[in-house]
Every structure is written in C-alpha cells, then in structure tokens.
C-alpha cells in the first residue's frame, strides 16, 4: 500500500505541482489548501506523513498552528515545513513546534524526495519486530528502542522522532563527542547545522522541563555534543 502524505500549501501553482512529483514517486498525496481543511481531514484519518507551509491563506503563522494540532492527535507522525521563510526564528519556531525537519522552498525535488524517504526509514525502523536488547540505561536515563520511548527519572519525555534518535545516539556511547554529521547520520536526516542544534535545545528543554537540574548534554565547542551522567 503506498505511503500516504497530505500536503497543506495554499499557493494552488505549488500545491499542485508538488502533489504532481510525488505522486510519481508512488506515494498517495492528498493536498489542502488551508488550515481548516487539513484539520478536518487529519481529525478524521492521519497521514503517514504532512507537509506544511508556514503561511496558509490569511493566516501567518497558521502552518505553526496545524503542527501544534497535529502533535496532539500523535507525538510520533513525521511532520515537515516546506516553506519560503528561511530566518532561524521560524526554523527554531517550527522545529520546537514539533516538526521533525524544515525546509525552504528552494530545495530542489531529488534532495526533497530523499529526505521524504529518509523520515519513511526512521518509521519503518519503529516498526521492526521487537529486538533482545531494547533497553538502553544510562543512570537516570532509559531509552526503549521498541516503544520508542525515552525516560528521564522514569517520566517519560515527549521526544519526536529526530529527537529520539539524537538522544539515543548520544546516549549509546556516554563521554564520546558526536559530531553534526555523527547526529544527521545516527538519526537518518540531512540538515544543516543550525538545525541540529534548535533539536539539542528542543532536547535539553524538554529533559529540564522534567528535571531543572538535568544538564547531561555538553556542547564541545567546534566538535559536537557529548552525553555526561
């Protein structure tokens, strides 16, 4: 059955264009023009995947909005921005907001289609059978590659998918530096840097936000990030 993804892009030109690649990549598109629409159907039936402009209509930030939405129907569909604003506001907005990768409007199709491709991988990694060893412990830190859960003082952390794996491939190795590429690699995405480092803030908010004390992440200046306990 062909992977199913809803495009939300008010631009029609865009909206139909896109719709038009990916369909030729086998996957089933559904396209919506604004917020409300798109709400509506994912109320009814999620996509396998959603891809958001920020701007919808009369609505600035309304793409920001659909994703907040989304995240509370589930913590783990791959959500990705697809926009024409490149500032690292709204990069650091969108990534914070939940979404698992953001992108301008002027990447081209092949590199698009790769990175659909790539957050497909991370959910068919989520659906492989159970394995032997699926607990990872790192003093107050479990990591459960089955569930895809991570724990911090046994309460669970609201991670996404990118997030997941960028805790777990730092976690895996305590005290070794990963590096940008070691992460992007580790978590099957290609982004830049500056998008690696809005997750490790998301991250490490999301960990203070259960434990003010926590400060397990260090940032090795010029190399990468490392995970202390």
Request: glycine residues 4%.
């Amino acid at each position: 059955m062909p992977k199913r993804i809803a495009i939300v892009e008010d631009e029609a030109a865009i909206r139909e264009n896109y719709t038009d690649v990916l369909t030729k990549q086998g996957y089933q598109v559904s396209a919506y023009a604004n917020r409300e629409s798109a709400s509506n159907a994912f109320n009814t039936r999620l996509p396998d995947l959603a891809i958001i402009d920020i701007g919808l209509e009369d609505e600035i930030d309304g793409g920001f909005a659909l994703c907040q939405h989304l995240r509370t129907l589930s913590p783990t569909l791959p959500i990705m921005f697809l926009t024409a604003r490149d500032n690292d506001f709204d990069t650091v907005c969108g990534l914070r907001m939940g979404a698992d990768d953001y992108l301008t409007k002027d990447i081209s199709f092949p590199h698009l289609i790769a990175r659909i491709a790539a957050l497909f991988r991370r959910l068919e990694a989520m659906e492989q059978p159970p394995q032997q060893h699926a607990l990872l412990e790192q003093g107050s830190l479990t990591i459960d590659t089955n569930r895809m859960e991570v724990r911090w003082q046994n309460t669970l952390i609201d991670v996404t998918v990118t997030e997941f794996w960028m805790v777990y491939a730092l976690a895996k190795h305590v005290g070794h530096v990963k590096s940008r590429d070691d992460l992007m690699a580790e978590s099957k995405i290609v982004v830049d840097d500056s998008t690696i480092t809005s997750h490790i803030k998301r991250i490490r908010k999301k960990f203070i936000a259960v434990d003010s004390q926590f400060d397990c992440i260090d940032t090795v200046y010029g190399m990468g990030y490392r995970w202390n306990v």
